[in-house]
C-alpha cells in the first residue's frame, strides 16, 4: 500500500484520472467487491497467512475479450493464456527512467502505466544481494513462465499455479515466511467460454494483516481509491497484451 502511495505521488495519477482519456482507456475492466465465499477467503493460503482470520480488503477486477481478439497461439495449450496473463501483468511495456534512475529534473515527468513504476520503485528500494535472485527486469518479467517459488521485485511469491489460475503472495518480502502485519493474496484467473467466445479475466485482491489486530476498514479510503485505479490500469496492460 506503500508503494501505491509513492506511484501516486511521483506519477502525477491525480492529473491523469481526472481526464477523459483514463476513463476511457479502463472503461472495459469492472471492479466489484469480492464475495467472501471465494475459496481465495477458505483456502490453506488464508488459514496459514492469516490464522486469527482479520477482517480483510478486498475486490475483483474482471475484463472480458473476445477469442478472436486473442494471440492463436494463446489458446492451443492448456495453461497458456493464464501463464501470459501473469507474464503481461508484471511484464508489462513502461517508462521507468524518472523512478528508477532516480533524476531530479524537474521537467522529466511522465505518465507511467502499468507494473513498470512498482517494478521500479521496489528495484531501488529493495535489490541487494540476498534478494538478486528475484525477477527485477521487465525482460525477465514478460519472459517468465511463473512456476510456484519464483519472486518477484522482493514482494511478490508465486504460492499456487494451474491451468486457470496464478495466486501470488503480496505484501511483503518473499523472505519473510512468516505471518505479516502487512499480507495479502492476489490472483490471476483466465477462463475460456468456448459456446459464448470469449475469455474472462479476474484480478482477484486480499490485503489483510495476518499478525495483529485490525479494525474492519484496515487501508485508509484514498489508499484503496488509489488500489482500485492502479488494479484496472494492471488489467487493461495486461489484456491489451494478450491481443492480437
Not at 477523459?20 to 465465499?37: C, E, F, I, M, V
Not at 488459514?47 to 477486477?61: F, G, K, T, W, Y
Not at 494471440?71 to 521507468?96: H, M, N, R, S, Y
Request: charged residues 25%; neutral net charge.
Amino acid at each position: 500500500m506503500t508503494t501505491i502511495r509513492r506511484i501516486t505521488a511521483v506519477t502525477g495519477w491525480g492529473s491523469l484520472v481526472a481526464t477523459s482519456s483514463w476513463l476511457w482507456y479502463t472503461r472495459q475492466s469492472h471492479l466489484q467487491p469480492l464475495d467472501h465465499n471465494d475459496y481465495l477467503f477458505q483456502s490453506t493460503f488464508m488459514a496459514r497467512l492469516n490464522p486469527d482470520n482479520h477482517p480483510a480488503m478486498s475486490d475483483v477486477c474482471i475484463r472480458e475479450l473476445p477469442l478472436s481478439k486473442i494471440k492463436p497461439e494463446l489458446l492451443t495449450e492448456d495453461g497458456k493464456l493464464v501463464e501470459q496473463f501473469c507474464a503481461k501483468t508484471f511484464g508489462g511495456i513502461g517508462i521507468c527512467n524518472l523512478l528508477e534512475n532516480g533524476t531530479k529534473d524537474p521537467t522529466d515527468k511522465r505518465v507511467i502505466l502499468g507494473f513498470e513504476a512498482q517494478r521500479a520503485l521496489l528495484k531501488r528500494s529493495n535489490y541487494n544481494t540476498k534478494t538478486a535472485h528475484n525477477l527485477w527486469t521487465q525482460p525477465e518479467l514478460a519472459s517468465s513462465i511463473y512456476p510456484v517459488g519464483t519472486e518477484m521485485v522482493d514482494h511478490f511469491e508465486i504460492i499456487s499455479k494451474t491451468t486457470d489460475s496464478i495466486i501470488v503472495r503480496c505484501g511483503g518480502s518473499p523472505l519473510d515466511k512468516n505471518v505479516r502485519a502487512s499480507d495479502g493474496l492476489f490472483e490471476l484467473k483466465a477462463d475460456v467460454d468456448e459456446d459464448e467466445k470469449i475469455a474472462r479475466f479476474e484480478m482477484k485482491s486480499v490485503f489483510f494483516s495476518g499478525a495483529t489486530k485490525s479494525a474492519e476498514h484496515m487501508v485508509p479510503g484514498h489508499i484503496v481509491w488509489g488500489h482500485r485505479l492502479y488494479t484496472k490500469l494492471l488489467m487493461e496492460t495486461a489484456v491489451r497484451g494478450l491481443g492480437v
